[in-house]
C-alpha cells in the first residue's frame, strides 16, 4: 500500500516568515500529489498538485511544492505566512496499478500562524 | 453551484441504530469516495466508487456499507454503529481517478453513544 509522511504535525511561523510544509511518499511507479488545505469547520480544498508536468507546482494563495523524484518528496512552502494560512495541510498521494483509483493521504500538518 | 452535500451534519445516535448519511455531487462525476478523519490519523478511506454499480472497499471498511444505484448519490450506511465509528466523514467526488482532484463534501460529524 501507498505510505505518505508529514512531518511535523504541528508547525508554527510568524507572519511573513517563511512556510514549509513536509511530504515524503513511497511510491513504485511516477505517482500524482496533491496537497489539500482544510480551514476550521470545512471541507478539504485543493492547494495544488503534480501530475508529471512541471517539477515546480504553483497554487492558491502563493503557496507552490517541488517534486523530487530522488528524494521522493513534496514539500509545500510559501515565502511569506499570513494569518489566513493557519489551517490543516494534507499531502495526498495517487497511484496507477493495483491500486488505481486511490487516494492516499498522509496525517496533516497544523499551521499556526502569529502576529 | 458545483458542489458536493452531504446529509445530515452533525448526527448523535445510540449504539446499534441503523443510521444513513447521504451524499450527493452535482458535477456528473464518475468517482466518488467516503473518507473519516479522526485527530492524528489524517483521513482514511472507507470506500469508493468508480462509477454506478462499482464499489470497492478503501482501508477501514468494517463496519461500513455504501452503495451507487445512481451516479450523483453515493449513500454511507452504518448498520449497526459503535462508539468507535464516531469520527468526522467526509464524501468526495471526481471526474475520474488518479490525477484527477477531488471536491469534498463539508462533512458529516458522527458521535456513537
Known amino acids: 500500500a501507498q505510505s505518505v509522511t508529514q512531518l511535523g504535525s504541528h508547525v508554527s511561523v510568524s507572519e511573513g516568515a517563511l512556510v514549509l510544509l513536509r511530504c515524503n511518499y513511497s511510491s513504485s511507479v511516477p505517482p500524482y500529489l496533491f496537497w489539500y488545505v482544510q480551514y476550521p469547520n470545512q471541507g478539504l480544498q485543493l492547494l495544488l498538485k503534480y501530475t508529471s508536468a512541471a517539477t515546480l507546482v504553483k497554487g492558491i494563495n502563493g503557496f507552490e511544492a517541488e517534486f523530487k523524484k530522488s528524494e521522493t518528496s513534496f514539500h509545500l512552502t510559501k515565502p511569506s505566512a499570513h494569518m489566513s494560512d493557519a489551517a490543516e495541510y494534507f499531502c495526498?498521494?495517487?497511484?496507477?496499478?493495483?491500486?488505481?483509483?486511490?487516494?492516499?493521504f498522509g496525517r496533516g500538518t497544523q499551521l499556526t500562524v502569529w502576529p | 453551484e458545483a458542489q458536493v452535500t452531504q446529509n445530515p451534519r452533525y448526527l448523535i445516535t445510540v449504539t446499534g441504530k441503523k443510521l444513513t448519511v447521504t451524499c450527493s455531487q452535482n458535477m456528473n462525476h464518475e468517482y466518488m469516495s467516503w473518507y473519516r478523519q479522526d485527530p492524528g490519523l489524517g483521513l482514511r478511506q472507507i470506500y469508493y466508487s468508480m462509477n454506478v454499480e462499482a464499489t470497492d472497499k478503501g482501508d477501514v471498511p468494517e463496519g461500513y456499507k455504501v452503495s451507487r444505484k445512481e451516479k450523483r448519490n453515493f449513500p454511507l450506511i452504518l448498520e449497526s454503529p459503535s462508539p468507535n465509528q464516531t469520527s468526522l466523514y467526509f464524501c468526495a467526488s471526481s471526474r475520474q481517478y488518479g490525477q484527477e482532484t477531488q471536491y469534498f463534501g463539508p462533512g458529516t460529524r458522527l458521535l456513537v453513544l
Open positions: 495526498a498521494v495517487s497511484e496507477g496499478g493495483s491500486t488505481l483509483g486511490r487516494l492516499y
